[in-house]
């Protein structure tokens, strides 16, 4: 069942038990107090016929030494019958209880006559049935002590008249329950519906997110709990869909990452497999044979390069790396020594003294990468190409920086170097042993040393690599 009708079906069933207990105890409440009021009167009635009686009996002839049954009947009719009580039903019996005038109308049952005792004025309530429907009246009885005689005076009167009351009051209190209880519906309705709307709305993002849907949101149309229970779960769909995101990115990337280590492996492979079957089938002369053999080395040494990089790669991402305290000199030393004998390149290095704190092995890896590609990308320069190595100690850190005078780097391309086997000329940077790693490697050190690598370049004029390894607390500046 719909939460806005289980509201709806509860306030009815509470309502109708209030407005239905309540009217209940209303109309009995009312009926009580009538019944006190009448039964006051038939009491104060009793009262006053009995006076009435003994006045009567005292103003018999003294001549009769006892008040006779005849007399007595006299007397019972005249109350009956005289002054304001015109129409009263009356009873009254001798000292054996044995009825000596009833008014017409009167019960025959004389149980009640029987409970009479002196001294107490007593009463009951009692139906009498009629052709069409029961008579209500109220009892009373009294003993008369008159002259020398005890006599029983009994009254009834008529009560009806409040039944039918508590009659027509239940009657009316049931329609109008019944008419409330329909408004209450109606209106019960309309906010039952208004207060689930935001469950409805959640409801619908919910579904909507489960079909694919992530970018949809539920609308806030409240600032109540409701409203906040929107925006967590607005904030929530946030958090996942970018979670999503990302691992869609990443399973692009791996899927991007295979393609390309495929399509790398079987270029060297396609060249080593070429040339073997060219020495195995034929007999080729010294020249011939000595081209096919190089090529053999050359692209065997190049997977091989390949397979280093890819596993510096993976340990890389695996590593949780100590970071030591070093002096910044000695990445310098070991560039200038790697470069020393290269003919290719005048290295220019300026650089300040300094502590730094990293992996030292790994940043040797960085620098070397980035130095390796400036030559690359200047030796096709007709003068000896110039590859500067700045270090600069700064506020922040220490700010590492090569820069060439080479081909440079288009600006679309920038950002898609420091993706694995991802190379700007294949066939250029495949003849000088790239294989597209170099950058996707520096990139993963630098990540480990809470940095990145900052590409700027202009195609024809150059390109600069740098980053800044961050200064750490503790570390002093020299
Ligand atoms: P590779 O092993 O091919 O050098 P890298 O990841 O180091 O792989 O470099 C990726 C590509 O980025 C290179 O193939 C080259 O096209 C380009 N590149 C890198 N450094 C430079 C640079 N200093 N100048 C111009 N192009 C560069």
Known sequence: ???????????????????????????????????????????????????????????????????????????????????????????????????????????????????????????????????????????????????????????????????????????????LTVAMLLVVSVVTFFIATWLTKPIRLLTRATKKMAEGDYSFRAERISNDEMGQLTSDFNRMANALEENIHKLEEEVRAREDFIAAFSHELKTPLTAIIGYADLLRSRRLDEDKHFLSANYIYTEGKRLEAMSLRLLDIIVTKRWDIELQDADAEVLFEYIRDMFAENPDVELKLQYDKSQIRGEINLLKSVLLNLVDNAVKASRDKEEKPVVEVFGQRREDGYFFAVKDYGVGIPPQECKKITEAFYMVDKSRARSKNGAGLGLALCTEILKLHHSELIIESTPGEGSMFSFLLPAEEGETNC
């Open 1 to 175: 069942m719909k939460f806005s009708y289980k509201i709806l079906v509860w306030t009815i069933i509470i309502m109708a038990a209030a407005f239905g207990m309540g009217g209940y105890f209303f109309v009995n409440h009312v009926f009580e107090t009538s019944m006190e009021r009448e039964v006051g009167q038939a009491m104060d009635e009793s009262s006053i016929l009995q006076f009435a009686f003994e006045t009567a009996a005292l103003n018999i002839p003294s001549k009769y030494d006892m008040l006779q049954d005849a007399a007595i009947k006299e007397i019972g009719y005249n109350l009956e019958n005289g002054g304001q009580g015109n129409g009263r039903l009356l009873r009254l019996a001798d000292e054996d209880r044995t009825v000596l005038y009833a008014s017409e109308g009167f019960v025959e049952d004389t149980a009640f006559l029987e409970q009479i005792q002196k001294g107490s004025r007593i009463y009951q309530i009692i139906a009498v049935p009629d052709e069409t429907q029961e008579r209500y009246y109220i009892q009373t009885g009294v003993v008369i002590d008159a002259l020398d005689r005890i006599l029983y005076l009994e009254t009834m009167k008529e009560v009806t008249e409040v039944f039918e009351e508590r009659t027509q009051g239940f009657a009316v209190y049931r329609s």
